[in-house]
């Protein structure tokens, strides 16, 4: 999974904003985000990370506007396999997308097992807490912002101990942060 999270462990203001990511320009995010999905072929969304990806993705290949490497970076979410997890919507149109109604350990276990490329995850920070109580996480990646916000939407809710896999310090201040569940520590 991968998420943008501020020094103080919040992926969202207290309102769900998130305007606080445009206040630092990362030109290594394009580049990190294309090699994320590249070496996927499914997304698991929650639902409200769903509608604004499936709002604006879709359109993206045919935006004269659009850079050429946007547009490659759009192909790439549009052709994977999408499954959603919600509880009130009622289907997902965007191309190779599914809605399931909760989260069944068993079949995401599964789905790990089958043949292909990584299974990613979106922001979507109430499903990696539900995933993660599961612990059916494999890999966190996380995009430190050098921002505090005092209140907002924590990324974990409850006890998680990570075990620290790679860092990367970008020119922009952000650390991309790579952590594997310490499965003995998670076991309380």
Known sequence: MTMWVTLDGFVAGPDGEMNWMG???DEDNG??????VSAADTL??????????????????????APEGLKAYARKLNEMRKIVFSKTLENAEWNNSAVRREIIPDEITQLKQEPGRNIIIYGSASLVQ????????????????????????????DYTKLKLVNTITRPSGIVELHYQPNEQANAR
């Open 130 to 157: 539900a995933l993660a109580s599961y612990n059916l996480i494999d890999r966190y990646q996380l995009l430190l912002y050098p921002i505090a916000l005092g209140k907002g939407k924590p990324l974990f809710k």
């Open 23 to 25: 206040e630092i320009n």
């Open 44 to 65: 698991l969304l929650g639902r409200t990370t769903y509608e604004s990806f499936a709002g604006s993705w879709p359109h993206i290949p045919n935006s004269p506007d």
């Open 31 to 36: 580049p990190y985000q294309d090699q994320f």
